[in-house]
């Protein structure tokens, strides 16, 4: 049978208002604006819903997404990396504090889709459109676009997620592989996958096995990757 739901708050008839939700130690959601301005959150302890937390972008409405997933960084740095947005966003949610970081040198359409943050603190995000991954310093409020660079165009990856051994995978989208990175010394290397379209929306590491799940978008099966020994099963 099903899991029961409780539904919390309301939202809007338009799609993608947020894109991704991250939760803190404490319980208590973030959730990435995509058509939204603002930063949501929930807290999971009472169920309380503010849809207007924190205000991130002043863009006036349109049906572009400006921000598609991010990472949290020591339970204080929320950063929402840019989609079809010439900026990605740092949060401090301690003090409510905004820093809007250009990324539109290199990209300003369909760009990275969700992040994942290295033991450094430092925010990786997957390419999708954008030739290069972003590499966040939400402490500085600096990008490097350039140690991971030369991708190409197209819809690559998109998901990320941080493996038991500190390196970061992200989730093939329209490519023929899932993307490794180190992030100790930014090296890549890649894990080949069957060629179809549309793959994952984003990927999840098991706590108990380590294991790395994909979240299917246009197909029917859930990938399995085992980072111990970089393969993977459908």
Request: proline letters at 5%.
């Amino acid at each position: 049978g099903c899991m029961p739901t409780t539904r919390l708050g309301t939202k809007d008839d338009s799609t993608f208002e947020w894109t991704e939700i991250i939760f803190d130690q404490s319980g208590v959601g973030y959730a990435i604006p995509g058509l939204s301005n603002y930063v949501l959150t929930v807290d999971s302890n009472t169920d309380a819903v503010d849809q207007t937390a924190f205000m991130v972008s002043n863009a006036p409405a349109s049906n572009l997404i400006k921000f598609f997933g991010g990472a949290l960084v020591s339970d204080q740095y929320l950063v929402g990396v840019a989609y079809s947005f010439g900026s990605s966003f740092v949060l401090d949610v301690d003090t409510g504090d905004v820093t809007l970081i250009d990324t539109s040198s290199v990209c300003t359409a369909s760009c990275w889709s969700s992040a994942a943050a290295a033991a450094s603190g430092l925010v990786y995000a997957a390419p999708h459109s954008a030739p290069a991954v972003a590499i966040i310093d939400p402490v500085a409020g600096t990008v490097d676009l350039t140690s991971i660079a030369g991708l190409g165009s197209g819809s690559k990856y998109a998901g990320a997620t941080v493996a038991a051994d500190g390196r970061i995978f992200f989730g093939p989208w329209d490519s023929q592989d899932v993307m490794v990175v180190d992030p100790t010394d930014n090296s890549v290397s890649y894990i080949a996958c069957p060629n179809q379209n549309g793959i994952t929306t984003d990927l999840v590491t098991s706590s108990s096995t380590g294991l790395i799940f994909s979240i299917p978008t246009n197909v029917d099966f859930v990938m399995v990757i085992d980072p111990t020994t970089d393969t993977l099963q459908t």
